[in-house]
């Protein structure tokens, strides 16, 4: 029964984690090339 709570409790971790990684990869992703190739910073 441990073993169930433990998987569960892991798999929530992991979503949050994943959700964090997400929010943060869109929040860069401002600056990535975009999917012509250049890259184009903020502001111009």
């Not at 433990?6 to 999917?35: D, H, W």
């Amino acid at each position: 029964m441990t073993i169930l709570i433990a998987a569960g409790l892991g798999f929530i971790l992991a979503l949050i984690m994943l959700s964090f990684f997400l929010k943060m990869l869109q929040e860069a992703g401002a600056t990535r090339p975009n999917y012509q190739g250049e890259s184009i910073p903020v502001g111009m």
